[in-house]
């Protein structure tokens, strides 16, 4: 059997990839995504795909907390912050103000 990256998933590295890349990356949401490979002849589960994606970041959780670690040991960082607008189906109405926090160490 061939190794997959996540336990008891169907899904091979190359999709879980390209998953990532496209909410991340490319901004788009998972319903988007999901359209995109019916329009393919590829069914995947809203929810699937979405237990994809989390199971998915939980495996570069590694190489976060080594990036976090070298920039937080520089003697300079740079900080960016950027409003950007959020939907929270917790919130009433359509968006409210969010921020992304970006951190480069020199």
């Known amino acids: 059997m061939v190794d ?18 496209d909410k991340y990356v490319d901004h788009l949401p998972i319903y988007r995504i999901c359209e995109r490979f019916k329009r393919e002849g590829v069914s995947i589960n809203y929810n699937t795909m979405i237990d994809w994606v989390g199971q998915s970041i939980m495996l570069i ?3 976060y907390e080594a990036l976090k ?14 409003g950007l607008k959020v939907m929270d189906k917790d919130k009433k109405g ?3 103000q969010g921020w992304l926090w970006a951190y480069l160490d020199s």
């Open 94 to 96: 359509s968006t409210h």
């Open 4 to 21: 997959r990256p996540l336990p008891k998933c169907i899904a091979g590295a190359g999709l879980l990839t390209q998953l990532m890349i």
């Open 61 to 63: 959780k590694p190489l």
């Open 69 to 82: 670690k070298k920039v937080l040991s520089s003697d300079y960082i740079h900080a960016d912050e950027t």
